[in-house]
């Protein structure tokens, strides 16, 4: 058994994370912070959810090309606007109410953003690799 049904057949707990708590923490990159919205507990690291907002401007050239293995990312842009290159799909803009799901493997990279950008992102399961070719 895959350590994903594993943790499926345990049941969830039920969670709230009020905005008024709130409370955004370093993450992965230094230019941005991060405000995790309680599904890895409440999943047993099922899922991932998460904001993440500008602290930096995008570094020159942006993040580099990578990729990440995981079973699902789906992202949701809240405010401001990210432009990203996604492989076999081009360079994009995509701006607030925009949201895209991400293939487990597909190469991108996230090229720059406005001074506002804030998103979310839900991953399955909450804990994935990055692979920088």
């Not at 992965?28 to 507990?41: A, I, N, P, W």
């Not at 899922?47 to 789906?74: I, N, Y």
């Not at 992202?75 to 803009?93: C, D, H, P, S, V």
Request: hydrophobic share 35%; glycine share 10%; aromatic share 10%.
């Amino acid at each position: 058994m895959s350590a994903l049904a594993q943790k499926a057949d345990r049941p969830q707990k039920f969670i709230v994370n009020r905005a008024s708590e709130a409370t955004f923490e370093p993450g992965l990159r230094d230019y941005l912070e991060y405000r995790d919205l309680g599904m890895v507990g409440g999943t047993h690291g099922m899922v991932r959810a998460h904001v993440l907002r500008v602290v930096k401007p995008c570094p020159k050239g942006g993040t580099g090309r990578h990729s990440h293995t995981l079973d699902f990312q789906m992202n949701y842009i809240l405010k401001g606007w990210a432009r990203f290159e996604f492989e076999g799909q081009g360079e994009m803009t995509l701006q607030a109410g925009d949201s895209w799901l991400q293939p487990s493997g597909i190469k991108h990279t996230l090229l720059d953003y406005s001074d506002d950008w804030e998103n979310i992102e839900i991953t399955m399961p909450a804990d994935f690799d990055t692979v920088d070719p």
